[in-house]
T-cell receptor, first 116, second 112 residues
């Protein structure tokens, strides 16, 4: 089966600019996650969608980050304006996740963002 | 909130030796514990997971043990090979949320 797809793979921007990342989950997966992985650390959840609804966005810096999941399939994560500390790899993951259970999360290749 | 501590941060072993990585978690409601392997510049890939209703799970050269009372779980790799070299992350999840809380990672180096 096809895996989680992300684009772009790399992005370099100046601080205060805006940037958007795209994710296409595995077909049929209801739950989609965006994680931020700073160099040398484990991934940290930014936002979790189930279908097109937000389940958890408690760690999302809402003054600059936004995310949406179009029609419960693809998702975009946006940063506006970017700060130096946003430099990280942004990982998208998906899982089948029937309500009330925990299921395997499959990760995409990530987008490496460098903010100068 | 949930916190996961992982040790050691780096581990170097000779090919053929065993490697053990340990994690502790803070929330006793956690019931799902996956381990991911991440090679340089690649995506995290699930290598093994365990749920709280079992104490041990094996898959060829890798095994995971869980001690719910002590709130810790460990990854064991036997007969290590150079291709096992990577960063390994443990994680914990509470059933309803599905959100994974990751440890800080262990960089494993297997020397031939």
């Amino acid at each position: 089966e096809a895996g989680v797809a992300q684009s772009p793979r790399y992005k370099i921007i100046e601080k205060r600019q805006s940037v958007a990342f795209w994710c296409n989950p595995i077909s049929g997966h209801a739950t989609l996650y965006w994680y931020q992985q700073i160099l040398g650390q484990g991934p940290k959840l930014l936002i979790q969608f189930q279908n097109n609804g937000v389940v958890d966005d408690s760690q999302l810096p809402k003054d600059r980050f936004s995310a949406e999941r179009l029609k419960g399939v693809d998702s975009t994560l946006k940063i506006q304006p970017a700060k130096l500390e946003d430099s990280a790899v942004y990982l998208c993951a998906s899982s089948f996740f029937p309500s009330g259970s925990t299921d395997t999360q499959y990760f995409g290749p990530g987008t490496r963002l460098t903010v100068l | 909130g949930e916190n996961v501590e992982q040790h050691p941060s780096t581990l170097s072993v000779q090919e053929g030796d065993s490697a053990v990585i340990k994690c502790t978690y803070s929330d006793s409601a956690s019931n799902y514990f996956p381990w991911y392997k991440q090679e340089l510049g690649k995506r995290p890939q699930l290598i093994i997971d365990i749920r709280s209703n079992v104490g041990e799970k094996k898959d060829q050269r890798i095994a995971v043990t869980l001690n719910k009372t002590a709130k810790h779980f460990s990854l064991h790799i036997t007969e290590t090979q150079p291709e096992d070299s990577a960063v390994y992350f443990c994680a914990a999840s509470i059933n309803q949320g599905g959100k994974l809380i990751f440890g800080q990672g262990t960089e494993l180096s297997v020397k031939p």
